[in-house]
């Protein structure tokens, strides 16, 4: 079973960049495909991107171009590395995992608690 832990959230200006990390506690993830969802105030959680055991990523279109999805198996971690962060960038990330590749956020069974970003104007 997963756990997840994100770490790395901050408070940045429009602009500037952030990585956060999501490390599995419990030194487990697998064959896993892992994912990146965020929640706004009063908005839905939604889906950001997510990479398979097999590095195959996947991103919504409102960060293509700006976010990277990278994994360190070895290390049971995952990471996003956010560029070019824009106000509406701004919400909880949380990561999660689940065996295959979604981006419906009801697939996924681990959850990590989440981290805060918060990007300023």
């Known amino acids: 079973q997963a756990r997840l832990v994100e770490s790395g959230g901050g408070l940045v200006q429009a602009g500037g960049s952030l990585r956060l990390s999501c490390a599995s506690a419990?030194?487990?993830?697998?064959?896993?495909?892992m994912a990146w969802f965020r929640q706004a105030p009063g908005k839905e959680r939604e889906f950001v991107g997510s990479?398979?055991?097999?590095?195959?990523?996947d991103y919504a279109d409102s960060v293509k171009g700006r976010f990277t999805i990278s994994q360190d198996r070895g290390k049971h971690m995952m990471f996003l590395q956010m560029n070019s962060l824009k106000p509406e960038d701004t919400g909880v990330y949380y990561c999660?995992?689940?065996?295959?590749?979604?981006?419906?956020?009801?697939?996924?069974?681990?959850w990590g608690q989440g981290t805060q970003v918060t990007v300023s104007s």
């Open positions: 999660a995992a689940r065996f295959a590749q979604s981006t419906a956020l009801d697939e996924y069974k681990y």
């Open positions: 419990s030194g487990y993830i697998g064959a896993y495909a």
């Open positions: 990479i398979s055991w097999s590095d195959v990523t």
